[in-house]
């Protein structure tokens, strides 16, 4: 009996102690057509966005895609031409993606670095789909996400008068950008119909 657990044990060892070291092996991405390929990401460079050639920004991209998700602090997965892509995130941006929604239609302008990498380096005009929970002030209101979280935004333009249209628990698709703080600054208010 004894040996059957001894074979067990090592069987069990075996089988998942190679999985448990995910910090050394690279990221693949699948491509449109079931290739795969390296990610945009380095093994442990948790500081290739930084790298991104500031001398280059002529050779800034703009796409949009579909955010799939954040694969780590410094990261996100974008659905991109029909297959999924890691972008990496500077510093000063590392933060709004939080703000997105998995399925969310973003728009953004990225960079390669010297290894190749894709380095987000701003976000364009974005939508996204929210519950309207009402106005905290004439300048901003409050929306629940689809995960129930609760979110902000200031209001500016066209949204300052159409915010008066609104009741609370109105589904609302919302045109925002972020200003020089990072703050969502919705641009347009539209009602969905349920």
Same mark, same amino acid.
């Given at each position: 009996?004894?040996?059957?657990?001894?074979?067990?044990?090592?069987?069990?060892?075996?089988?998942?102690?190679?999985?448990?070291?995910?910090?050394?092996?690279?990221?693949?991405?699948?491509?449109?057509?079931?290739?795969?390929?390296?990610?945009?990401?380095?093994?442990?460079?948790?500081?290739?966005?930084?790298?991104?050639?500031?001398?280059?920004?002529?050779?800034?991209?703009?796409?949009?895609?579909?955010?799939?998700?954040?694969?780590?602090?410094?990261?996100?997965?974008?659905?991109?031409?029909?297959?999924?892509?890691?972008?990496?995130?500077?510093?000063?941006?590392? +933060?709004?993606?939080?703000?997105?929604? !998995? *399925? /969310?239609? @973003?728009?953004?302008? %990225?960079?390669? &670095? $010297?290894? =190749? #990498?894709?380095?987000?380096?701003?976000?364009?005009?974005?939508?996204?789909?929210?519950?309207?929970?009402?106005?905290?002030?004439?300048?901003?209101?409050?929306?629940?996400?689809?995960?129930?979280?609760?979110?902000?935004?200031?209001?500016?333009?066209?949204?300052? +008068?159409?915010?008066?249209?609104?009741? !609370? *628990? /109105?589904? @609302?698709?919302?045109? %925002?950008?972020? &200003? $020089?703080? =990072? #703050?969502?600054?919705?641009?347009?208010?539209?009602?969905?119909?349920?």
């Amino acid at each position: 009996m004894k040996k059957y657990l001894v074979a067990l044990f090592f069987i069990i060892l075996i089988t998942f102690g190679g999985c448990s070291d995910t910090d050394n092996q690279d990221l693949l991405v699948t491509q449109e057509g079931g290739d795969t390929g390296e990610a945009a990401i380095a093994d442990g460079d948790e500081n290739a966005a930084a790298s991104v050639d500031q001398e280059n920004s002529d050779t800034a991209k703009y796409t949009e895609g579909e955010y799939a998700g954040q694969i780590d602090s410094n990261s996100i997965e974008v659905i991109v031409d029909g297959g999924a892509a890691a972008f990496r995130l500077t510093d000063a941006i590392s +933060e709004l993606a939080g703000s997105f929604q !998995t *399925g /969310d239609a @973003i728009v953004f302008e %990225y960079q390669q &670095n $010297e290894q =190749g #990498q894709n380095i987000i380096v701003s976000f364009g005009e974005q939508t996204t789909v929210v519950t309207f929970e009402g106005q905290m002030d004439p300048h901003s209101i409050e929306v629940i996400k689809g995960d129930g979280s609760y979110d902000w935004f200031q209001l500016t333009g066209d949204a300052l +008068e159409q915010v008066s249209g609104l009741d !609370t *628990g /109105d589904i @609302i698709k919302i045109q %925002y950008t972020f &200003n $020089e703080s =990072g #703050q969502k600054v919705a641009n347009q208010l539209i009602k969905v119909e349920k």
